[in-house]
């Protein structure tokens, strides 16, 4: 099916920069709104994360994220956006 095999190569090349976070122990962003940030914060370390009192609909990120502390990840983006995130359900 060509759609799926599109959607494929779309969604893997996506995911590209940060395939190998595991090994870098970093998650790279290069202009990316907040919620995808967040999004690819989620998978990684597979929890919920919940944006607090602050409207991030037009927030954008380009930098560096470590892989290795989730807490001084919440942290970076807490104190660049002034928002306040409420981690849930982790699962590692």
């Known amino acids: 099916n ?3 095999n599109n959607f494929a190569l779309t969604d893997f090349k996506d995911a590209s920069e940060n395939i190998l976070a595991w ?9 990316e709104d907040l919620y995808s940030v967040i999004s690819t914060i989620e998978k990684y370390y597979g929890c919920k994360i919940i944006v607090e009192g602050a409207n991030i609909d037009n927030s954008i990120f380009t930098g560096t994220i470590p892989t290795d502390n989730l807490q ?5 983006i807490e104190r660049i956006f002034n928002v306040r995130l409420k981690i849930k359900n982790r699962s590692h």
Request: aromatic share 12%.
């Open 2 to 4: 060509t759609e799926f």
């Open 23 to 31: 090994h870098t122990k970093k998650l790279s962003f290069n202009d």
């Open 72 to 76: 001084l990840s919440i942290d970076v």
